[in-house]
């Protein structure tokens, strides 16, 4: 029988259900993914690790899914790999040894370290070091919170070759989680293009959990039984094909639409999604309903990887206050817009008259009111609202005037304006991404099995070579003579929104084939940007780009310094861009009747 292995994705983000571990593990699987690290999440572990030598790491891993599965996975014979060990992977591994000798059981456990060079802080300053996106200098060495290297899966790989049960990682790229135990596997080289290019996909549709299972979908009405949906699981073949299901009797819905919708997820040009070990084109990918809650996936292509990889650097710029104020009644939007806009002018003056400097920023937010579609407070109709406010500033002390005024207004200003007992503004320091590039051969990883240390650098056979990537012309124009009829876009499409960075993107493709060449035509990046245009407040000029995706009838869109800075710097709503996708499919567009559901 061909050989297939079957990986789990337990864990999307720091604060994921600790109900997907063991349900993964009950319906049989070899390996266990965990996903813990949010570019955001790796800046506050870092701030962790510098507080106590013991911190830095996802404690939520160790303390839950550890601890409470540990014999059960033991007993299966599962291995777990995940990068939950952050910025002190030592110290993860530490911990996770304690519970194993509290519980009678003996792991070899691996890390896999080497990603953290804040070291060289002065090094990239120096070298005049720009921000890969926007151009910024190198930030001051004393505000530096964390620089990690997204490393690959070859190092992990080594580590299960090497006779490792579990295999622990600081940053490496997020499906390289995925990736590495087909590697291992299977025994991948590092010119395998096509299969590691789809083992980065199944790292990719696994990494998010359950957005691939029916979270977050389009269609959420048709997804059964939210409080026990199932997490992802992968059935991998040799070639690189592979099936994602559940496990039965779990809630949440695997078809082609909740797969292809999560491959769309967070990325830029689906032809170049550049990882540490391949370049992957997403492109033809197709989805094939193979069973009940079986997907099959195929046509995923590779190219060679890039000479470098990529660094994210996190550093502190200041503090932000955010408070939030229900307000009701008639005209709610309208008076919380003029309430928040007092108490911005009310502690501006007494940010000056104590010779403080004003305002770095503000940002108000009538949430109910269409604060995210862009919608004027003045206009909207709605009888109750929460006012987001937020400032920012250089000085931690002016947040203090900030919390002693925000809550005034609820006795001087609007009628309907309310509170929750208990509740004060938040106060938090601004942690802001910068990223760039160092070539690989300055950061080999380092497997570390028992003390045992061994240095992995990263394989090179050639370098990726953007003329390789052949573009694909879009469907045949719309038949002239169809009776066409306006509907939303959600009538006849899947979406999936993510951010990237300061950017977001907009993945969508139509619910039949034959609309593909009617959204193609409407959806031009003219209108996109136009649909998006209030996103673009701090953009010279809107840009969104549109890519191609043949395999699904498809189309991508990038949208660029579209977020307000992005990640934890943001002041949005919606700073993770998870709602793009719906506010796009409300757009209308015209198609023929005939093929209207």
Same mark, same amino acid.
């Given at each position: 029988?061909?050989?297939?292995?079957?990986i789990?994705?337990?864990?999307?983000?720091?604060?994921?259900?600790?109900?997907?571990?063991?349900?993964l593990i009950? /319906?049989g699987?070899?390996?266990?993914m965990?996903d813990?690290l949010?570019?955001?999440?790796?800046?506050?572990?870092?701030m962790?690790?510098k507080?106590?030598?013991?911190?830095?790491?996802?404690?939520?891993?160790?303390?839950?899914?550890?601890?409470?599965?540990?014999?059960?996975?033991?007993?299966?014979?599962?291995?777990?790999?995940?990068n /939950?060990?952050?910025?002190?992977p030592?110290?993860?591994?530490?911990?996770?040894?304690?519970i194993?000798?509290e519980?009678g059981?003996s792991?070899?456990?691996?890390?896999i370290e080497?990603?953290?060079?804040?070291?060289?802080?002065a090094?990239f300053?120096?070298?005049?070091?720009?921000?890969?996106?926007?151009g910024?200098?190198?930030?001051?060495?004393e505000?530096i919170?964390?620089i990690?290297?997204?490393?690959?899966?070859?190092?992990?790989a080594?580590?299960?070759?090497?006779?490792?049960?579990?295999?622990?990682?600081?940053r490496?790229?997020d499906s390289?989680?995925?990736l590495?135990?087909?590697i291992h596997?299977?025994?991948?080289?590092p010119?395998d293009?096509?299969k590691?290019?789809?083992?980065?996909?199944?790292?990719?549709i696994?990494?998010?959990?359950?957005?691939?299972?029916?979270?977050?979908?389009?269609d959420?009405r048709?997804?059964?039984?939210?409080?026990?949906?199932?997490?992802?699981?992968?059935?991998?073949?040799a070639?690189?094909?592979?099936?994602?299901?559940k496990?039965?009797?779990?809630?949440?819905?695997?078809?082609?639409a909740?797969v292809a919708?999560?491959?769309?997820?967070?990325?830029?040009?689906p032809q170049?999604?550049?990882?540490?070990?391949?370049v992957?084109d997403?492109?033809?990918?197709?989805?094939?309903?193979?069973?009940e809650?079986?997907v099959?996936?195929?046509?995923?292509?590779?190219y060679?990887?890039?000479?470098?990889?990529?660094?994210?650097?996190?550093?502190?710029?200041?503090?932000?206050?955010?408070?939030l104020?229900?307000?009701?009644?008639?005209?709610?939007?309208a008076?919380?817009?003029?309430?928040?806009d007092?108490?911005?002018?009310?502690?501006?003056?007494?940010?000056?008259?104590?010779?403080?400097?004003?305002?770095?920023?503000?940002?108000?937010?009538v949430?109910?009111?269409?604060?995210?579609?862009?919608v004027?407070?003045?206009?909207?109709?709605?009888?109750e609202?929460?006012?987001?406010?937020?400032?920012?500033?250089d000085?931690?002390?002016?947040?203090?005037?900030?919390?002693?005024?925000?809550?005034?207004?609820?006795?001087?200003?609007?009628?309907?304006?309310?509170?929750?007992?208990?509740?004060?503004?938040s106060?938090?320091?601004?942690?802001?991404?910068f990223?760039?590039?160092v070539?690989?051969?300055?950061?080999p990883?380092?497997?570390?099995?028992?003390?045992?240390?061994?240095?992995?650098?990263?394989a090179?056979p050639?370098?990726?070579d953007?003329a390789?990537?052949?573009?694909?012309?879009?469907?045949?124009?719309?038949?002239?003579?169809?009776?066409?009829v306006?509907?939303?876009?959600i009538?006849?499409?899947?979406?999936?929104?993510?951010?990237?960075?300061?950017?977001?993107?907009?993945?969508?493709?139509?619910r039949?084939?034959?609309?593909?060449?009617?959204l193609?035509?409407?959806?031009?990046?003219?209108?996109?940007?136009?649909?998006?245009?209030?996103e673009?407040?701090?953009?010279?000029?809107?840009?969104?780009?549109?890519?191609?995706?043949?395999?699904?009838?498809?189309?991508?869109?990038?949208?660029? /310094?579209?977020?307000?800075?992005?990640g934890?710097?943001t002041?949005?709503?919606?700073?993770?861009?998870k709602?793009k996708?719906?506010?796009l499919?409300?757009?209308?567009i015209k198609v023929?009747a005939?093929?209207?559901?």
């Amino acid at each position: 029988m061909t050989k297939t292995i079957r990986i789990g994705g337990a864990c999307g983000f720091l604060g994921d259900s600790s109900t997907a571990a063991p349900q993964l593990i009950a /319906a049989g699987i070899d390996y266990l993914m965990l996903d813990y690290l949010a570019e955001v999440t790796m800046s506050y572990l870092a701030m962790a690790k510098k507080a106590s030598p013991d911190g830095g790491y996802a404690r939520d891993f160790t303390d839950w899914i550890w601890k409470d599965n540990l014999k059960e996975i033991v007993r299966k014979g599962v291995k777990v790999v995940t990068n /939950a060990g952050g910025t002190n992977p030592h110290a993860c591994r530490a911990r996770m040894e304690q519970i194993a000798r509290e519980q009678g059981v003996s792991v070899k456990i691996a890390i896999i370290e080497g990603d953290d060079i804040a070291a060289r802080a002065a090094e990239f300053a120096k070298g005049g070091v720009k921000e890969m996106f926007s151009g910024a200098g190198f930030p001051p060495a004393e505000k530096i919170a964390g620089i990690n290297a997204y490393l690959g899966g070859f190092a992990i790989a080594e580590a299960f070759a090497k006779g490792a049960d579990h295999v622990i990682t600081g940053r490496v790229v997020d499906s390289a989680l995925g990736l590495a135990p087909l590697i291992h596997e299977f025994g991948w080289t590092p010119a395998d293009y096509d299969k590691l290019a789809s083992g980065t996909l199944i790292g990719h549709i696994l990494e998010c959990g359950a957005q691939a299972t029916g979270g977050l979908h389009t269609d959420w009405r048709d997804v059964k039984d939210w409080a026990h949906i199932g997490y992802p699981i992968a059935e991998c073949r040799a070639d690189g094909t592979f099936v994602v299901t559940k496990p039965k009797g779990s809630g949440g819905l695997v078809t082609p639409a909740t797969v292809a919708e999560q491959m769309l997820y967070e990325i830029g040009d689906p032809q170049a999604y550049i990882v540490p070990d391949v370049v992957c084109d997403f492109a033809g990918a197709t989805f094939r309903q193979a069973g009940e809650d079986r997907v099959e996936v195929a046509g995923v292509k590779g190219y060679a990887p890039t000479a470098t990889y990529k660094v994210c650097g996190t550093y502190a710029d200041g503090w932000r206050a955010t408070s939030l104020t229900p307000i009701l009644g008639i005209d709610a939007p309208a008076k919380a817009q003029r309430q928040a806009d007092a108490v911005l002018t009310r502690t501006s003056e007494m940010l000056r008259d104590r010779n403080m400097a004003p305002w770095r920023a503000s940002r108000v937010d009538v949430i109910g009111s269409g604060a995210t579609y862009g919608v004027d407070p003045n206009t909207s109709s709605s009888r109750e609202v929460i006012v987001k406010l937020s400032v920012e500033h250089d000085d931690e002390s002016a947040m203090k005037i900030f919390q002693r005024e925000w809550m005034s207004p609820i006795t001087s200003m609007s009628v309907g304006t309310t509170s929750w007992h208990g509740l004060n503004a938040s106060v938090l320091p601004i942690v802001r991404l910068f990223s760039f590039l160092v070539p690989k051969a300055e950061v080999p990883a380092i497997i570390d099995i028992g003390g045992e240390r061994t240095e992995h650098v990263a394989a090179q056979p050639a370098v990726f070579d953007p003329a390789e990537v052949k573009r694909p012309g879009g469907p045949d124009a719309p038949a002239a003579n169809d009776d066409l009829v306006e509907v939303p876009l959600i009538r006849v499409a899947w979406a999936r929104s993510g951010d990237k960075g300061d950017a977001f993107n907009v993945g969508i493709f139509p619910r039949k084939p034959e609309l593909a060449p009617y959204l193609r035509a409407a959806l031009t990046p003219e209108f996109v940007a136009e649909a998006f245009g209030h996103e673009f407040e701090k953009g010279k000029a809107p840009k969104v780009e549109r890519f191609d995706l043949p395999g699904i009838h498809g189309m991508n869109f990038l949208a660029h /310094a579209a977020l307000g800075g992005g990640g934890a710097a943001t002041m949005r709503v919606d700073m993770l861009a998870k709602g793009k996708a719906q506010q796009l499919l409300d757009k209308k567009i015209k198609v023929p009747a005939r093929l209207v559901a």
